[in-house]
């Protein structure tokens, strides 16, 4: 089975500190994603990366960036938090075929900034 | 653009009870279909999929079935247990590594 893990399952953080959220896949799967997950909103995607240095934003990259230094981990980075970025976040991989690969969830990393 | 639509919640039911979670889509040629399932406190895992048309994917006593004609795959069961409760996601996937989620559907189920 494939495992995607999240290093935190819960973090409080202070407005205008840097976060650094880390996940690391075992499937040696190219695709990786970053979601957030608020009520009523469902599913956003913040950025994927389909190789190891390349990235690509989704439907709300502002406030974020990622890096990709290995295939097997995609870390998510706020720059400088704020606290409507408090939100569930959620790190995917997928393998190679585009259309019938399902995601793979990590159990996501709740975040609160004060 | 491609787009999913799942009936809103949440769904109330009693246990043993019948279920459907409706799903329709909206998308050009023909697109993989997928139904995650989110148990509280835990992220997205794959609950079943179909990748072409009249296909019947099914898991663990859920059923849906991918109709073109009607652009839909809903999500059925004959028999819910209180340990079903969690919301549940249908997306589509097509041509790209990023599939389309709809908005989520809370099912619970009372004893």
């Known amino acids: 089975d494939v495992k995607v893990t999240q290093s935190s399952r819960y973090l409080v953080k202070r407005t205008g500190e840097k976060v650094f959220l880390e996940c690391v896949q075992d499937m040696d799967h190219e695709n990786m994603f970053w979601y957030r997950q608020d009520p009523g909103l469902g599913l956003r995607l913040i950025y994927f990366s389909y190789d190891v240095k390349m990235k690509e934003k989704g439907d709300i990259p502002e406030g974020y960036s990622v890096s990709r230094e290995k295939k097997e981990r995609f870390s998510l980075i706020l720059e400088s938090a704020s606290t409507n970025q408090t939100s569930m976040y959620l790190c995917?991989?997928?393998?190679?075929?585009?259309?019938?690969?399902?995601?793979?969830f990590g159990n996501g990393t709740r975040l609160t900034v004060t | 653009g491609d787009s999913v639509t799942q009936m809103e919640g949440p769904v109330t039911l009693s246990e043993e009870a019948f279920l459907t979670i409706n799903c329709t889509y909206t998308a050009t040629g023909y697109p993989s279909l997928f139904w995650y399932v989110q148990y509280p406190g835990e992220g997205l895992q794959l609950l079943l999929k179909a990748t072409k048309a009249d296909d019947k994917g099914s898991n663990k006593g859920f059923e849906a079935t991918y109709r073109k004609e009607t652009t839909s795959f809903h999500l059925e069961k004959g028999s819910v247990q209180v340990s079903d409760s969690a919301v549940y996601f249908c997306a589509l996937g097509r041509g790209s590594y990023i599939p389309t989620f709809g908005r989520g559907t809370s099912l619970i189920v009372h004893p």
């Open positions: 995917a991989s997928a393998g190679g075929d585009r259309d019938n690969s399902p995601l793979h």
